[in-house]
């Protein structure tokens, strides 16, 4: 690999702080960063909010490894609430596998000078003993000093509490929930709690349950109210999305009984007359996303000023409402924005651009605010990046299906050869933001493109559910017919074509080179090939994923063998070129094991490369740098270039 495209894989690896999992609480923000060399050792930062010039002050002293594996994929692993005029810091650490507590005030003004935001009043403390089992961050403190919390032991999910002022305690679990429960909240007084529930033979975002609890002043659940309205989910399959509390009564949250998810207010004076005090329903757009991980925000706020996140046909907007009424709405230049938080008009979130990495964006919306933020925020654009063209052609059954192209940078051919990208999930989505490897090969002449497939998410429910029951029929299919369509219009070198695929979208891209020969050779990361093995030996969280996507395993045993690459592997008669980990925990990587004598005996120029760090996603720089290096001469040589 030469030195400039070493320098092109570097760029992706910023020495810059990440900020990752924000988060507003009065003048303070706070965030986690990487200490010292390695990837298990981090703490929880501060500074103050909207001064990016300030040094950040580390929070956490001990040695601690601050990470959620709540459900497998995790979430946010620390909150930080606004308590009795205190800041109350609680995270969960992997070291002792258990949730720890301290509380902070705001340093005198002198100290500020000295990079001193926040005084310790009380130092840390190990709330809870070591649990064989996970916690999630939806952490609620009432004002009896007790702390409600969700945590999955044996698989199974409980509503715990622990106290305040105790130190190594065993949790009281208050609730066995009957599988599944997340995303957990109370009102002010923390008298309310609510949380989402879901079973088998569901995931989350397919359908689940909102729940209320009153809670007595032992800190006991005194009452259990499900919320049922025959507007809503009385008779039809709904997923509640981020269920948040805005004031006393007052709970916000969205849900999609129209085809997208949209905003719903409930009041809840009364559990046992929980109301409808506003839907907003609008067509094409979505506030919510699927619940992969625990603590995606798309509203934060009160009653008095709540801002709320929306896609909108592959725009994010952000708006404000005062009172329940709309104000305004806030176009953005963002492809995409985590870690959403708001303290009173006070707004902070990370963006991403199709030109441009993660930015912290801090505004505070007491000042004047324009309606288009990319007037008023400096963003330090990618130069020579191939910008994102949206592209709808005809899918599965002559459906609408989305796609982004990207054009080469450079004229290296007299036509360019095409990498067509499956994106993982499957319940995912491309949504244009900037990634290095696409801007590698379009800087090398390819023409690049990512496909939307049917079953993604951000186009609303009935499009996501396109690849129900047909998951390896419908996403291969909406590749192959962009890839032709590109081929039609002398786009594209129909002799040079080549499919990627992650994870699930390894299963695509093995089915594209089985069912048709559009594809000239295929490049998989840690790739879905036995579904069947999927069934039996996959994580908990995803066990009924496939009673969707393929069917139920005893009645459509045989859509499982069908499906299944594994099965049919000396078929493939295209190159491929094969990444894994030995530390996936996901896909066992002894699955790319069985297949890699077939491949390499069958398929000149094919090769599988183990990664003995790696699990499911690749993070270590080198091994990416020799991802992109093992990628290119793979392409020189499948490819004839």
Known sequence: MSNDDQLKVRQTESKKKAFKELTIIRDTIFWIDVVGEGQNENAIFARPFNDKEAFPQKLTSKKSNIKNNFHGYGGKSYKCLNFKNNFYLIWIDQ?????????????????????????????????????????????????????????????????FSLNLKKTKQDIHRIKKFKNFAGELSSNTSANLLSWIEWDSPYMPWERNDLFFAQIDLAGEIQKIKKFSNKLINEKKNVSFFQPYWISETILVCSEDSSGWWNLLFLDVSEIENILIKKRVERNLTEYGAPQWVSGITFFSGTKKNLFCLAKKENNLIVEQYKDLQFVKEFSTPFTSISDFSVFQEKVLFKGYGSDFLGIV?????????????????????IKDCSKPESFWFKGFEDQSTHSFLYRPLVENFKRPPLLVRAHSGPTSCFDGTYHSEVQYWTSKGFFVSEVNYGGSSGFGKVYRERLNYKWGIVDSYDCKALALELIKSNMVDSEKVVIFGNSAG????????????IFTAAICKYPVIDLKDMNHNTHRFEKDYLNSLVGNYAKNHDDYINRSPINYINKIKKPVLLFHGKKDQVISYEQTLKIKE????????????????????????????????????????????
């Open 506 to 517: 390894g299963l695509t891209a093995f089915n594209c080179l089985l069912y048709g020969s």
């Open 95 to 159: 070291i002792t596998k258990a949730v720890w507590f301290q509380i902070f005030k705001e340093a005198a003004s002198n100290c500020r000078s000295q990079s001193k935001y926040l005084d310790s009043v009380q130092e840390p403390r190990q709330l809870s003993k070591s649990i064989d089992g996970n916690f999630d961050s939806s952490f609620v403190i009432s004002e009896k000093n007790f702390l409600y919390g969700i945590c999955e032991i044996n698989n199974r999910d409980y509503l």
């Open 361 to 381: 964006f801090e505004i505070n919306f007491a000042e004047k605010v324009l309606s288009n933020f990319s007037e008023q925020i400096f963003i330090d654009h």
């Open 598 to 641: 077939i491949l390499i005996r069958n398929n000149k120029y094919s090769e599988v490369i183990f990664f003995e760090n790696e699990g499911h996603g690749f993070k270590n720089i080198e091994n990416k740098k020799v991802v992109m290096q093992k990628s290119q001469e793979f392409l020189k040589n499948a490819l004839n270039i």
